[in-house]
């Protein structure tokens, strides 16, 4: 299976912008439908967006739709995640995840991915 790695965290004013990256190895990556979720400190881990495996199809949690958009780029084996018009309550460590697909599927449970990334912090300030 794949393995994850997240990149493009940061500390950022409310407002502000990010691009969070997530890289995975293997030759597999186009048979994963991906996700990305985050946890604030004190909270469960939430869903954030999600995008089937060849990149046709989106989900948002109602709290990033219209500021996130998650795409995602094959050919490098890569998911990204773009944060537009950031919020305080942004505040979490973000997680990309992967789940092994066949139908074109949307996955937006955290128990339905079996391959996580270890995080990358994105801090608000106010």
């Known amino acids: 299976q794949v393995q994850l790695v997240e990149s493009g965290g940061g500390l950022v004013q409310a407002g502000g912008s990010l691009r969070l990256s997530c890289a995975a190895s293997g030759r597999t990556f186009s048979s994963y439908a991906m996700g990305w979720f985050r946890q604030a400190p004190g909270k469960e881990r939430e869903y954030v967006a999600a995008?089937?495996?060849?990149?046709?199809?989106?989900y948002y949690a109602d709290s990033v739709k219209g500021r996130f958009t998650i795409s995602r780029d094959n050919a490098n084996n890569t998911v990204y995640l773009q944060m537009i018009n950031l919020k305080p309550e942004d505040t979490a460590i973000y997680y990309c995840a992967g789940q092994r697909d066949y139908s074109g599927n949307l996955y937006a449970r955290r128990n339905e991915y079996a391959v996580w990334g270890q995080g990358t912090q994105v801090t608000v300030s106010s």
């Open positions: 995008i089937t495996r060849n990149g046709g199809r989106t």
